[in-house]
Every structure is written in C-alpha cells, then in structure tokens.
C-alpha cells in the first residue's frame, strides 16, 4: 500500500447518511449477487505493494522471494525518510524505524511529553514493570536449563570446532545422522512440589530498567556519525549491544541490524561508509547478521524457526553470493540452533523399504533463534509437567468440569457466547475451597470474565493476582485462561512456568480468529498435538451477528435477516469515500440511527499504512471528534489512543494530560503513564485499530474498513476477527466487491512454523497411548 495522502482526510464532512432509512442490511455480497456489493473492479485502487495482513512484514520475505540488492546501495536516512513496511506485522505493532518517528507521531517540541524529564524518577509504570518481570522470568528459565548435565540440550548453543558443526549440517540436511544426535533428551520431571504456603508473598517491585551510560550513548552517536548513521539512533543501539556498543559497532557494522526497524540496504551503506574496501556481499560478519535478521523478521510473521531453505533463499535475495556456507557459518558461531525434530514409525514388515525411508530426513531441517528455542522447549517441558502431577479428581458437573478435574490440562473451543462456560467452572471450583483465577488477554474482555477477572499482562508483571511465593509461582489451583489463541510462544512459557506443580490449567479460546501477535501458535499447537482432553462448546453465538460471524468460520459468507440493523452494508468506489463514509459512520449515522456513542464504536482495518489505513483513518477522525494541535507529541487531551507497552499486547485508552514524564491515559478504569521517550514508538490514535490489535476485546458497534487497495492482506481468519468484534451492531464499509467472498471461501492464513507440536508430542503422546 501506499502511503496516505493528506487528501484522505476530508476538511468537511457531509451529512450523513441516516441508517434508519437505509434497506434492510444483507450480509457481504456472495460472488453470486453482486448488485449490493461496491462497483466493478475497475473502480478499486490497484493492488497493495505490500500484503497488509501482516503476511509479509519485512521489506524482504523470509523466504528469499525479493530480488537481490547490490550491498552499499542505500544510505541511512534521517528521520524525514522513516524506513517502514506500511504492512500489518503479525505483532500488531510496527516497528520502531531507523529513522525516528514519523512527523505526524513523534515526540513534538512543545510543552508536556516533548520537554524533559523531572529531577525525580517517577513510579514504575505497568508497562516498566511487566518487561522486568519478563526479564527475571526467563533469567530463570535458563538458570534451570544452565543446571542440566550431559550433552548440549536442543535449545542450547552447539559446542565442538566449527569444523565438525558444518560436517554436522551437511549430514542431518542429507539424512546420513539424525538431529537429535546433538540434543539431550528432554529435561527430567521436577520432583513434587511441597504443599504451598498459606501466606504468599508477593515479591517487591521490579527496579526500574537502567538507561545506557551517557558515556555508552555519546561513543555509539560518534561512530554512528562516521558511518553516515542518524545520530537519533544511539540510544536504541547502546541499549541492544550493551555497554560496549561502540567497540562492537565499530568491528562489526552490521550489528546496527539488531535495532527494530534498520533495514539491511541500510546496514550495508553504514559498513561500506566506516570499512571501504575492506568489506563485501561476502563478509561472514555481514552474513550472520543477516541470518539473524531474516530469523527475528519471520518472527513478527509468527514463526519460531524457519526451515534451512527458506534461509539460505532469503540470503540470496540479499546478495550473499554463497548462502548453503553462510548458514553453516552462523550455526558454528552458535548465532542459530539447528534443529530436526524426529517422527517414529512403525516398520511395514519390508526391513529395505523402512531403511530406504529412514535414509531421508523425516521433517524439515529448522533453523532457529535461542530464544524462541528455548521458550518453546520451556513451554513444552511446563506443560508436560501439569499433565503428569495434577491429582485426577472426580467432579460432577457438565463435561468441561469433569474433565478439568480428571485432567491436568484442558483445552476448550468455542465462539463469544462460549466464554460463559469456562468462567462457570472457574466459579464452580471456587466453590470447592480452590485457588482459582481467570485471566484474559486484553482489559476489555474481563467485562464477560467476571470482576475478579485479570489480564495474563498484569499477573505476569505482579500488578494484579495471587502473587508469588518464594520460589516464584502462583498461588493457583486452577487457571482458566480465556482467549488462549492470542498466547504467543514467550509469554505462554512465563505463564506456565510460574504455575506450580499440581495446577490445573483451561486453555479457553476461538480456534477461527487471528493469531497470536508474537512468535509461536501456542494454541493450535497444544490442540494439533492431542496431548490432552478437548473441549468444545456446542452453545451458539445468537443473533444475525452470531450467525454471520459463526458462517464466515466454515467459510460460507451468508445473507442474514437483520430486522434490527445488525448489520449494514456500505458499498464505496475508492478509499478516499471509504475514509468519508467512515467519518460518517462513527460520528453520525451510528450514534443517531443504533444508538451506540462514538465513544464506544470502533473502526477496523487492514493496515497501518495504505490511503485507509489506520493512519489516514485516525486522522480523519481525530479532525472531526477532537481537532486540537497535537501539542503533546501529536496528542491532544481527549484523544483515543492505542498503546503498546511490549510488542503484541495494544491498550487501547484516552489521553487526560501531559506533564514532563510522560502522557498520562485513562485505560478502563486505570490510568497509567506512557514514558516520553515511547511516545513516538509505542502509541498510536486509537479511533482506527488493526485486526489484530483488536483481537481479544469488544465494542457495542464495529465499522469495518475494506478498501479497494486492501483485498490482498484479507484471509478469513482476519474477517472471521474483525466482524466478530461487535456486539450489536456491523457497519462494512466494502470496496473490495468480491474479493471479501473469496477471501472467506478460500482465504486461509499461511501455516506458522513452529516446534512446540512436536517437542509436546515426543514428551506427552507415549503418557496418552
């Protein structure tokens, strides 16, 4: 998609048009029935240049599909020139660009968050808190994983010359020696846990992270200034190489990839400006960067690993002239792990046929990074161990409350209205004198969950919960985790392993909608791996929404009856009407004609860039419901917001005020504190969200945008999430004609490569048979 125009934006907006006399709403057109939809495809923008689903979020594919770029082509640019893909990333958040903020979010000069900060450290924020805990959590982790003994474990670095680990990649790739060959079996079961204590303590607050040393910072802005490098960039590379990022920058140029955002055209430029001649397409430093690189973007795709083709295709795009031996190079220097998981079958009774079969890799050759490695080993072994010493217990009561009671580990699956019925074991097994929690993924979703509901955010940050004993897990007997599909590989493993031995755990969610916004597919993995009892809820969604939403998950887009105006299509010829009627919608039609306030009526999109995406609709909304200057780093008092305090997890919220630290917002009930140095990178307006920022909450009126230049990024799990966000009433703003009834019919999301299915298998299917 392009970027939007400042014409997107109507200065005026027309009266609007009433929805009270309006016909009666049919569902989206089937391809069949046209004549409601928008007009011909000759109407509709061109086609996006970039997949705005969050398909494909580096400028690059993962898989090699760009074409190659001459090293040293690009020159970094300062902020006017920000480096973004206008696409969605799968983390729901865009990243941090090379060159700063753009114009219209940055920081601005003016009083509130754009002044400096107070003399005083103020509090520690939620968002501070939550990433400290995160950091002590999985200190932990791979303090337990550092105690094992024996050989070097799956998710550890290789050990032995580099000479033996590229005989050891040629051999696993060619099937001659199995990759498990290097990798311990897995970790031994802990020993049963002694009973908790009566009195948990919760454990003192996280210090607040350190900033980089002046001196760090002031050494990283010089060489960045040799290299040609905007100088804005020094903070965020002394915070991701240390304290001697000067040295290392200096020695290996290419670790200015390690900052979010810097492409490697960019990177290029930065070495060939500070090394000359003495650098290439070639240069193994240049190429383990960019194997790394390539890993961290399929990432933000959801993929935990990628297989060793799909790599070495991606260095070539890059013009690394011998990518098979740059692979081979980033495994020896333990940059990557590689992985080959094994798959047992039995015999056919044709001894040479099986050896013939044996010969081949059985599964793909995975590259991977240590730390999705390791939470996904971490996640398994967790799992594995509520499984085996969870006490089985008879309890009466509806299928799903016997089986948490029999079961360690219990999946349920289930639309919207499904949600009462994890909630009622929650409170049924606090009627057994248990520890019970309910947690959930964003504030929004404890409105169904019940009061004592939390988000798995702030129980993970120690904000909220049971705390922690002195060994750090919870004072839980049971968990029940709504919107499970939303767990992403790190944050599932944090969960789990703060849960003590003995917990029952409920993995409640909707298999249809989107994705966790991080690494890994937690989910559809542990539902995949038929490890444990399944659950799934025959109670209906009700109403024409329930019925449009729960046709779209079999892929049938359905006409629905909708006396009420549930749902209301608005066909429109280009993006620029869509951004009209929009406007229209929230602060208009809908308020007048269904009576929902504006205030509760939420715009979805594709992306974030694009002539409707959520930028150019945000802007044109804030023109309407509150014009005001920005004088707070492009923010006024009153304004909707969406933060991002860690990637993959959008608060969405109102901004009360500025002072020096920082804007303050109004989130649900809770105010909290955006740092200034995260205004121009974690906040956006918050009128106009994504997908799958909106995943996990709920509005009383949704105004779905889809325009011309939007039907390459749509898939049906993306409508089955956007439509199913409303509650009473659907507004589609429809310029795509039939490309929506495509998308549902055929329409599915790219598989995720991860590892967990099979990690959870090898562990747990012996204990099922």
């Keep these: 998609m392009t970027e939007p125009s400042g014409e997107t934006a109507p200065e005026a907006v027309a009266p609007a048009e009433d929805l009270g006399e309006a016909p009666e709403a049919p569902a989206p057109d089937a391809p069949e029935e046209p004549t409601t939809g928008p007009g011909t495809a000759d109407d509709a923008p061109g086609a996006a240049e970039e997949p705005a689903d969050g398909s494909g979020t580096a400028e690059e594919p993962a898989d090699g599909s760009g074409t190659a770029e001459e090293p040293g082509s690009a020159e970094i640019q300062g902020p006017a020139d920000e480096p973004e893909a206008d696409e969605e990333p799968e983390s729901g958040e865009e990243s941090a660009s090379a060159g700063g903020p753009t114009p219209a979010e940055g920081p601005g000069s003016g009083e509130g968050a754009g002044s400096g900060g107070g003399a005083d450290a103020p509090e520690l924020s939620d968002a501070q808190a939550e990433l400290a805990a995160q950091r002590e959590l999985r200190a932990k982790i791979e303090a337990r994983k550092a105690e094992k003994s024996g050989p070097v474990a799956s998710g550890a670095k290789l050990s032995g010359t580099a000479a033996d680990l590229l005989a050891a990649v040629r051999a696993v790739e060619g099937g001659t020696a199995s990759g498990s060959t290097f990798y311990e079996a897995p970790a031994p079961r802990r020993p049963d846990a002694e009973a908790a204590p009566a009195v948990t303590v919760r454990p003192p607050a996280p210090e607040r992270p350190t900033a980089p040393a002046p001196g760090t910072t002031a050494a990283v802005r010089e060489v960045l200034a040799g290299g040609g490098a905007p100088e804005a960039l020094a903070g965020q590379v002394a915070a991701a190489l240390g304290e001697g990022a000067a040295t290392a920058l200096r020695e290996d140029p290419w670790q200015l990839l390690a900052v979010s955002g810097v492409r490697p055209e960019q990177a290029d430029g930065f070495a060939r400006a500070l090394l000359g001649s003495a650098c290439g397409p070639g240069d193994p430093r240049r190429t383990v960067a960019l194997t790394v690189w390539l890993l961290e973007r399929a990432a933000l795709q ?285 602060a208009d039609s809908v308020p007048r004609a269904i009576g929902v306030p504006s205030e509760r009526t939420q715009v979805v999109t594709v992306g974030h860039g694009g002539s409707a995406g959520t930028r150019a609709l945000n802007a044109a909304l804030k023109q309407r419901l509150n014009p005001g200057p920005g004088r707070f780093g492009g923010y006024d008092p009153g304004d909707r917001v969406a933060y991002a305090p860690v990637p993959g997890r959008t608060v969405t919220g109102t901004v009360l005020s500025a002072d020096a630290d920082g804007l303050r917002l109004r989130c649900g009930d809770d105010e909290l504190l955006v740092p200034k140095e995260q205004v121009g990178t974690a906040l956006r307006h918050g009128w106009a969200l994504t997908a799958h920022q909106a995943a996990g909450a709920r509005w009383s009126a949704v105004v779905v945008v889809l325009p011309g230049d939007a039907a390459g990024g749509l898939s049906r799990a993306w409508v089955y999430t956007a439509f199913g966000r409303a509650e009473r009433h659907l507004s589609v703003v429809h310029g795509v004609d039939q490309a929506l009834a495509r998308a549902v019919a055929e329409g599915v999301a790219p598989e995720r490569t991860t590892r967990l299915r099979p990690l959870l298998e090898g562990l747990l299917a012996a204990d099922e048979a």
């Design 302 to 586: 959801g993929h935990t690993a990628l297989e060793i083709q799909a790599v070495r295709a991606g260095l070539a795009g890059h013009a690394v002239p011998d990518p098979e031996q740059a692979v081979e190079t980033a495994v020896s220097e333990g940059a990557v792990l590689l992985f080959q998981e094994e798959t047992e079958e039995e015999p056919d009774g044709d001894e040479d046929v099986v050896e013939e079969e044996t010969a081949a890799p059985a599964t793909p050759v995975l590259l991977g990074l240590d730390r999705y490695a390791l939470a996904e080993e971490s996640l398994a072994d967790g799992l594995a161990r509520l499984v085996r010493t969870a006490k089985a217990d008879a309890w009466e009561g509806g299928e799903l409350e016997r089986a948490a009671g029999a079961h360690g580990l219990v999946l349920h699956t289930g639309g919207e209205a499904s949600r009462a019925e994890p909630v009622a074991l929650a409170a049924a097994a606090r009627e057994r004198g248990l520890r019970t929690l309910v947690a959930v993924h964003a504030d929004d979703g404890r409105r169904a969950a019940g009061a004592d509901a939390v988000t798995v955010a702030s129980l993970l940050s120690g904000a909220a919960g049971p705390g922690r004993d002195e060994e750090g897990a919870f004072a839980l007997d049971l968990l029940v985790v709504l919107d499970a599909p939303q767990l992403d590989v790190e944050t599932g493993a944090m969960l789990v392993e703060s849960l003590p031995d003995g917990c029952r755990l409920v993995l409640s969610g909707d298999p249809e909608v989107l994705g966790a916004p991080g690494a890994g597919r937690v989910f559809a993995d542990v539902l995949a791996a038929r490890v444990c009892p399944r659950i799934a809820s025959r109670v209906p969604d009700p109403g024409p929404l329930g019925e449009l939403v729960s046709g779209i998950g079999v892929g049938e887009l359905n006409q629905v009856e909708a006396p009420g105006k549930e749902v209301v299509i608005v066909p429109v010829r280009d993006a620029g009407e869509a951004v009209h009627r929009t406007v229209q919608l929230v």
